[in-house]
C-alpha cells in the first residue's frame, strides 16, 4: 500500500526583531532565539531597485519587519524574505568555528590548507586564535554546506 499523504517540511523561519548594526549589516532575531549578524551590502549592489538603500543611509534604515515576520521591508515596497536572510552567513565566523568546521570535514591542516588554497601555517593561525577573514570564512562555510548536501544524496 503507497502512502500518498503530503508532508510538510521544516516551518518556515520567522523574524521577531531587527535592527540596523552599522553600514549595511543587520543584526535579526528569528522565532526560536537564534541571532545573527547579517552584511546586506552584496545583496543591495546586485540589483538597479536597491540603489535607494545601498546609497541613503537614512532609507536603508526605515526597514520594518513585516506583520507575519516572514520578511524585512521597505516603505519603497522592497523586500527581503526571512527565509532568504536565515540562508546568508552570519558576520562573525570564529575561531572556535573554523575548528569545529575542519572536525566536521574530517580535514587535518594539510587537508584544509588544501581545501582553502592557504599555507598550513595560516591554517593553524585560523585554528588558534588569528582573526579570520570574511573570505575565508565564507569559503569555510561553503566547503561544510557542501559536505552536508553531498552527503545528503
Known amino acids: 500500500m503507497s502512502d500518498d499523504r503530503v508532508r510538510r517540511g521544516a516551518p518556515l523561519p520567522r523574524i521577531i526583531k531587527a535592527h540596523p548594526i552599522e553600514g ?3 543584526e535579526i532575531t528569528f522565532d526560536g532565539g537564534r541571532s545573527k549578524r ?9 540589483r538597479k531597485s536597491f540603489i535607494p538603500l545601498r546609497n541613503d543611509d537614512d532609507a536603508f534604515r526605515r526597514f520594518n519587519v513585516s ?4 520578511a524585512l521591508e521597505w516603505p519603497d515596497g522592497v523586500e527581503l524574505s526571512a527565509l532568504w536572510l536565515e540562508r546568508l552567513p552570519d558576520i562573525d565566523f570564529s575561531n572556535a568555528d573554523f575548528r569545529n568546521a575542519m572536525q566536521r570535514l ?3 591542516l594539510d587537508g584544509m590548507a588544501a581545501a582553502l588554497g592557504l599555507s598550513r601555517r595560516q591554517i593553524a593561525h585560523y585554528r588558534d586564535d588569528k582573526p579570520i577573514p570574511r573570505h575565508v570564512a565564507l569559503a569555510t562555510r561553503y566547503l561544510v554546506d557542501r559536505a552536508g548536501a553531498d552527503a545528503a544524496e
Open 38 to 46: 547579517v552584511d546586506l551590502r552584496p545583496v543591495l549592489e546586485s
Open 24 to 26: 549595511r549589516e543587520v
Open 106 to 108: 574530517g580535514l587535518s
Open 67 to 70: 506583520d507575519y515576520g516572514d
